[in-house]
């Protein structure tokens, strides 16, 4: 059975990553959520995102999202990264532009201009490759209204949309603008309650992440592209000091950071290049491989031929016996002085050895005794 969360309230407020985290401690299997906010933070919903997708791809189990009352704004966009979303006939759904309480002179403004206009990017890319439906699309549903209401979806319009797979029947009638506005006066009552929220620069770094990275079930990837990632690294702080990795991290982009065994691999080929030059590095490998077996061959029939002499006598043009006999014994074994004395002590070798000598040396076909000369028997070559 699949654990069951519960997510309500504010986001990043109510309920937080932090929250989600401790309540998927220890957790492998299938999780069902119970969504039902209107939503907060959406650096926040960002985070609890990030999570849900990570969790989706380090286990492969599935994230089912009930969409349940009223889920809108941060929320809407949290739903995002599940499995598969569920709602009922009477729950309403809302996406908006992103918004922000922000004071200060032009150059702040324009900083959370660049900001919201980024967010409004990485939102839409998320409901667009969860819905199936176009950006332009899901911009439109962002900007509905000039208020910045966005677009409200009832019931069957949220499976419609897109944004969700199936509905549940509750069987209770209800009637869908007074669900709507009710809604409405929930969020505008939430966002008159709320304490700002003062986010500063290394915040918006680190939370305005590309949150659609791909998983087991291909959720789709989004990168910054050189321009982004420049505009994101100019809101830095200037006195702050950060490696290089830490601003990967930051920016979702530790992928793209050359690890130390990379290094490694790379350095052994530039080494490699230097060596051969145009020549394809693999080819050369090869080659040396070969090259260094050959010459190991002949170094070891060398060594076979000192030892047992040539496969054929030049004089008789016969095959040598005892030599292709030692070979066999020998197979691939190294020939070492124990394998040497091994073959030697071999009776059929000794045998073999004096038929050599029978063939080649005429004092061994005549025995001499007291200065005269006896008969010896000669061997028959043994087949083997």
């Not at 499995?83 to 309403?92: C, G, H, K, L, P």
């Amino acid at each position: 059975m699949a654990k069951k969360i519960s997510i309500n309230g504010g986001i990043g407020f109510d309920f937080t990553a932090d929250t989600l985290r401790e309540d998927l401690i220890n957790e492998l299997g299938d999780i069902e959520i119970d969504l039902s906010s209107v939503g907060g933070s959406v650096y926040d919903a960002f985070e609890i995102y990030n999570e849900i997708i990570n969790y989706r791809r380090n286990t492969g189990s599935k994230v089912t999202i009930m969409l349940n009352g009223v889920v809108a704004s941060a929320a809407a966009y949290l739903s995002m990264a599940a499995t598969e979303r569920i709602a009922y006939d009477n729950s309403v759904f809302m996406i908006h532009n992103a918004e922000v309480m922000a004071y200060g002179d032009h150059r702040t403004m324009e900083f959370w201009k660049t900001d919201l206009e980024k967010t409004d990017k990485v939102i839409a890319s998320a409901y667009s490759k969860a819905s199936g439906r176009s950006l332009y699309d899901i911009n439109n549903y962002m900007s509905d209204n000039i208020d910045n209401n966005g677009t409200y979806f009832y019931g069957k319009e949220i499976v419609e949309a897109g944004f969700a797979s199936q509905i549940i029947d509750t069987d209770i009638s209800k009637d869908r603008q007074n669900s709507i506005t009710e809604s409405k006066m929930m969020i505008l009552n939430f966002n008159k309650n709320i304490k700002p929220v003062v986010y500063d620069h290394e915040k918006m770094t680190a939370m305005l992440k590309t949150n659609t990275q791909q998983g087991k079930e291909n959720i789709g990837e989004k990168r910054m592209d050189k321009k982004e990632i420049l505009a994101a690294l100019g809101t830095l702080k200037t006195n702050l000091e950060v490696t290089l990795p830490e601003i990967a991290k930051a920016l979702n982009l530790e992928s793209l950071l050359i690890t130390d065994e990379q290094k490694e691999t790379l350095a052994k080929h530039n080494s490699i290049v230097k060596l051969v030059g145009d020549t394809d590095p693999v080819e050369f490998i090869e080659s040396l491989i070969k090259e260094r077996k050959e010459n190991a061959a002949s170094v070891r029939s060398a060594l076979i031929d000192k030892e047992f002499g040539p496969v054929e006598f030049p004089d008789t043009k016969k095959a040598n016996s005892a030599r292709i006999y030692a070979e066999k014994i020998l197979g691939s074994d190294e020939l070492t002085k124990e394998k040497l004395n091994e073959i030697k002590e071999d009776e059929l070798y000794k045998k073999l050895s004096l038929e050599r000598s029978d063939i080649n040396d005429k004092s061994n076909i005549f025995g001499v005794v007291d200065g005269k000369e006896e008969n010896k028997t000669t061997l028959k070559v043994v087949d083997y």
